[in-house]
């Protein structure tokens, strides 16, 4: 009999989780500094006007980059934002990148840490272990929680002239280590905290209904599901508990980054496609897929005007035939996570003709 082989799993080195946990960041980098190197912050853009730029520990010499997050990030946005920040390092190696906002800003930041230490461009590096050398050392500092980005493997990248959305998949790709504040997130506008926040929701509810299952990424799923539940269907999902409970279920599922299935890959296309944000499109996706996740479905709707947030109606009415086929085509592309939910056949169920009637529903 062959030898089998085992995924070796990697996670993140150093969590702080706390109301306030962000005054510390000073002690976290001390050491680091102690290395030699600027700092390089990455923000979101909404932080320009924000004074949470002043309130963490940036120095002079430091590179402060604001994340441009109106949409997703792609192969050649991350491709200019390496430019500029080896630019302003001029030569100098980072003692360190840190990353604020949510899944947007810190697949740039750690996209952009691969790429500094290795060569050419964001696209050569989308799929699974094709960086080869480690990144500078990276902290994830989210405000917005859902995305589970601060603690997987994968930064997911748009590369429009492929028409496809994929991840660099690698262990260097993630935080080594992770501010959890949920005082961070208390500024985020109620609709964005919602779409961000349901999509620890999908990913867990997708990798629980699959076939590709094993017992550690069922029991984090598990958590991070329950806790979302109780966030969403809560009389106020904002509240400081609820939003230290998504912090902490966003961390959980990241950790779980079990397969996906459905509503991943039909969300994938509407942002290929329409630009469209990956949570907002998740709750377009499951939107339309009732017959295939009735109980999710359900809930999903029930927790939508339990928090008073709606899906405005034919955002996919009046495309053109290319158009409904680039739908298609960036969906049907995720074979595994397809496969996960409908077994190999899945091209039996998910027709051209059964996709784009979905779409066309949206
Ligand atoms: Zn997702």
């Given at each position: 009999m062959a030898t089998p082989s085992y995924r070796n799993a990697k996670n993140v080195g150093h969590v702080m989780i706390g109301?306030?946990?962000?005054?510390?960041l000073g002690e976290v980098l001390a050491p680091l500094r102690a290395k030699g190197g600027p700092a390089v912050w990455f923000f979101d853009?909404?932080?320009?006007?924000?004074?949470l730029p002043k309130r963490v520990p940036v120095v002079e010499g430091d590179v402060v980059i604001f994340v441009d997050t109106s949409e997703e990030p792609t192969t050649d946005g991350i491709d200019a934002y390496t430019d500029q920040v080896r630019k302003e390092l001029a030569g100098a190696m980072p003692c360190a990148l840190l990353a604020f906002g949510g899944g947007a800003t810190m697949d740039t930041c750690k996209c952009v840490g691969n790429l500094l230490t290795n060569p050419?461009?964001?696209?050569?590096?989308?799929?699974?272990?094709?960086?080869?050398n480690p990144a500078p050392y990276k902290i994830g500092c989210p405000?917005?929680?859902?995305?589970?980005s601060e603690s997987s493997r994968t930064g997911v990248l748009c590369n429009e002239a492929k028409n496809l959305k994929l991840g660099m998949n690698s262990?260097?790709?993630?935080?080594?280590q992770l501010v959890l504040d949920p005082?961070?997130?208390?500024?985020?506008?109620r609709e964005q905290y919602f779409f961000t926040g349901i999509d620890t929701y999908m990913h867990c509810f997708e990798s629980l209904s699959?076939?590709?299952?094993?017992v550690v990424v069922d029991a984090l799923a598990e958590k991070a599901l329950d806790l979302s539940r109780h966030v969403f269907l809560?009389?106020?999902?904002?509240a400081e508990e609820n939003r230290e409970k998504l912090m902490i279920a966003s961390y959980l599922g990241g950790l779980a980054a079990g397969f996906v299935g459905v509503v991943h890959p039909l969300s994938a296309g509407l942002s290929m496609v329409?630009?469209?944000?990956?949570g907002i499109a998740n709750c377009y996706a499951l939107s339309v897929l009732e017959d295939i996740y009735p109980v999710q479905y359900r809930e999903v709707m029930d927790m939508m005007q339990k928090q008073g947030v709606s899906l405005k109606k034919g955002?996919?009415?009046?495309?053109?035939d290319e158009q409904y086929q680039q739908l298609y085509d960036a969906s049907i592309v995720h074979e595994k996570p397809l496969t996960n939910a409908l077994?190999?056949?899945?091209r039996k169920v998910l027709t051209p003709e059964n996709v784009i009637a979905r779409f066309k529903r949206m």
């Amino acid at each position: 009999m062959a030898t089998p082989s085992y995924r070796n799993a990697k996670n993140v080195g150093h969590v702080m989780i706390g109301q306030g946990a962000i005054a510390q960041l000073g002690e976290v980098l001390a050491p680091l500094r102690a290395k030699g190197g600027p700092a390089v912050w990455f923000f979101d853009h909404f932080f320009a006007h924000n004074d949470l730029p002043k309130r963490v520990p940036v120095v002079e010499g430091d590179v402060v980059i604001f994340v441009d997050t109106s949409e997703e990030p792609t192969t050649d946005g991350i491709d200019a934002y390496t430019d500029q920040v080896r630019k302003e390092l001029a030569g100098a190696m980072p003692c360190a990148l840190l990353a604020f906002g949510g899944g947007a800003t810190m697949d740039t930041c750690k996209c952009v840490g691969n790429l500094l230490t290795n060569p050419g461009k964001a696209e050569d590096y989308q799929g699974w272990e094709l960086v080869k050398n480690p990144a500078p050392y990276k902290i994830g500092c989210p405000t917005l929680s859902g995305t589970g980005s601060e603690s997987s493997r994968t930064g997911v990248l748009c590369n429009e002239a492929k028409n496809l959305k994929l991840g660099m998949n690698s262990d260097f790709t993630m935080f080594e280590q992770l501010v959890l504040d949920p005082d961070l997130s208390v500024t985020v506008p109620r609709e964005q905290y919602f779409f961000t926040g349901i999509d620890t929701y999908m990913h867990c509810f997708e990798s629980l209904s699959g076939s590709y299952r094993n017992v550690v990424v069922d029991a984090l799923a598990e958590k991070a599901l329950d806790l979302s539940r109780h966030v969403f269907l809560s009389g106020d999902m904002m509240a400081e508990e609820n939003r230290e409970k998504l912090m902490i279920a966003s961390y959980l599922g990241g950790l779980a980054a079990g397969f996906v299935g459905v509503v991943h890959p039909l969300s994938a296309g509407l942002s290929m496609v329409l630009h469209m944000h990956h949570g907002i499109a998740n709750c377009y996706a499951l939107s339309v897929l009732e017959d295939i996740y009735p109980v999710q479905y359900r809930e999903v709707m029930d927790m939508m005007q339990k928090q008073g947030v709606s899906l405005k109606k034919g955002i996919c009415a009046n495309l053109t035939d290319e158009q409904y086929q680039q739908l298609y085509d960036a969906s049907i592309v995720h074979e595994k996570p397809l496969t996960n939910a409908l077994g190999p056949d899945y091209r039996k169920v998910l027709t051209p003709e059964n996709v784009i009637a979905r779409f066309k529903r949206m």
